[in-house]
């Protein structure tokens, strides 16, 4: 996982509740933390590996919606995204009986209003519901139990799911082993500022930013 906190994806996807249907993801692309653009990078230029991680997040989870919750200021990734979810519409890899799995899913935009709390999960659900966008209290209200409208819901962020397809190619063994021992993989660094080199790396975790 590479939320703010660090938890990881694979435990939040378990606990959606077995036997409570209907169910969603929500992927939180409100990048609103000063000097951060990884996930802006990921929705314009690679917009299906993103849509790809979400579509594994949810069929993994048996989900049959997905909301992309952008931030209102990305203009332009807002188009990008909703180009390449008609493509893969066109190519049946969204909609009714997903490559003839008798699983659907539709994906939706959304864009956010320039809240910089909206950032924080429970905040944005409360703003796809219509509402203010305030967080909510947890417990009990977790999402994966009782998230976008009380249904089980799925809030991951764009770097997390666009790694999604990534662990799948290579193997979550050596995936993992890119990084440190209770950190595995890799993870996009932005750098800024007073720096010779700005820009977003790619890096394993743990190493030296020397």
Same mark, same amino acid.
């Given at each position: 996982g590479?939320?703010?906190?660090?938890?990881?994806?694979?435990?939040?996807?378990?606990?959606v509740p077995k036997d409570?249907?209907?169910?969603?993801?929500c992927v939180n692309a409100d990048e609103s933390e000063p000097g951060t653009c990884k996930d802006r990078l990921i929705l314009e230029y690679d917009p299906h590996?993103? #849509?790809? +991680? &979400?579509?594994?997040?949810?069929?993994a989870v048996q989900a049959e919606r997905i909301y992309i919750y952008i931030r209102g200021e990305y203009y332009y990734p807002w188009n990008v995204m909703q180009k390449a979810i008609t493509q893969a519409e066109q190519k049946g890899l969204i909609g009714k009986n997903i490559l003839n799995t008798g699983w659907s899913c539709s994906v939706h935009l959304h864009n956010g209003a320039g809240q910089y709390i909206c950032?924080?999960?429970?905040?944005?659900?409360?703003?796809?519901?219509?509402?203010?966008?305030?967080?909510?209290?947890?417990?009990?209200?977790?999402?994966?139990?009782?998230? #976008?409208? +009380? &249904?089980?819901?799925?809030v991951n962020n764009v770097e997390t799911l666009a790694?999604?397809?990534?662990?799948?190619?290579?193997?979550?063994?050596?995936?993992a082993a890119l990084g440190t021992p209770k950190n595995g993989g890799t993870c996009l660094f932005s750098l800024s500022g007073n720096v010779k080199r700005p820009g977003v790396y790619e890096l394993p975790m743990g190493a030296p930013l020397d």
């Open positions: 590479h939320g703010g906190a660090g938890f990881n994806a694979g435990k939040k996807w378990s606990f409570k249907f209907p169910r969603y993801v590996l993103l #849509l790809e +991680g &979400a579509l594994i997040c949810a069929y950032g924080e999960e429970t905040a944005l659900l409360e703003s796809l519901e219509g509402k203010k966008g305030w967080p909510r209290l947890k417990p009990p209200f977790y999402p994966a139990a009782v998230g #976008l409208w +009380g &249904a089980p819901t799925i790694f999604v397809p990534r662990v799948l190619e290579m193997g979550a063994e050596r995936f």
